[in-house]
């Protein structure tokens, strides 16, 4: 089973600042097949990113994803006061070969 | 626009069964697998189970295998997870998840997800 960790556990901005989030697996993600999903509280989850890099429908510009191997990022260019949330990643491809990272909170410092 | 809707949670005795449902709207159901995720409190995303479109495969996760049961009825567009010998530690909102993989198949990349039930073991 691949782990996923990601860091920080928490990240203090403020709106209009940059937001860098880190997923790093235990062995290579085959195929680049990594997804990040954003919840806010009391809400389900919603995809962003999949496949490392690529935004799913709707999803905005300043939200983009980067990485291959064992290294991802997750960047928010510019933070808006909805964006303030918690962002899981994911490595996926078969029902057999999928987890999640323990997630990031992006908090209103 | 897809539509996912649980339903079927609440509090129940550990030992004892529930049964989720999950109704689907806004897409052809029978053409995607369907999932269900689990969230613990406070905690992360746990996948359980997972179904094909034709439900052919259904897999589960190592800590429900034998006593969860995936199944779905496309002719109600409806996904069901039966719940049985439940634990304290199955405590968790529930999530059913479109899959967004190809003609039924699983590639467990989720792209729509219902609001949740929330499930209760506790004597």
Redesign the interface.
């Known amino acids: 089973e691949i782990v996923l960790t990601q860091s920080p556990g928490t990240l203090s901005l403020s709106p209009g600042e940059r937001a860098t989030l880190s997923c790093r697996a235990s062995q290579s993600v085959r195929s680049s ?1 990594l ?1 990040w ?1 954003q919840q806010k509280p009391g ?5 962003l990113i ?1 496949g490392a890099s690529s935004r ?1 429908t709707g999803i905005a510009d300043r939200f983009s994803g980067s990485g291959s191997g064992t290294d991802f990022t997750l960047t928010i260019s510019r933070l808006e006061p909805e964006d303030f949330a918690v962002y ?1 990643c ?1 490595q ?7 987890t ?4 990031t909170k992006v908090e209103i410092k | 626009e897809v539509l996912l809707v649980e339903s079927g949670g609440g509090l129940v005795k550990p030992g004892g069964s529930l049964r989720l449902s999950c109704a689907a709207s806004g897409f052809t159901f029978s053409n995607y697998a369907m999932n269900w995720v689990r969230q613990a409190p406070g905690k992360g995303l746990e996948w359980i189970s997972s179904i094909s479109g034709s439900s052919g495969y259904k897999y589960n996760a190592d800590s429900v295998n034998g006593r969860f049961t995936i199944s779905r009825d496309n002719a109600k567009n409806s996904l069901y997870l039966e719940m049985d010998s439940l634990r304290v530690e199955d405590t968790a909102v529930y999530y059913c998840a479109r899959d967004s993989g190809i003609g039924g198949y699983s590639n467990s990349l989720f792209d729509f997800w219902g609001q949740g039930t929330r499930v209760t073991v506790s004597s």
């Open positions: 097949l997804a999903y809400q389900a989850p919603r995809l999949y799913a899981f994911q996926y491809g078969s029902s057999l070969s999928l999640f990272g323990g997630g």
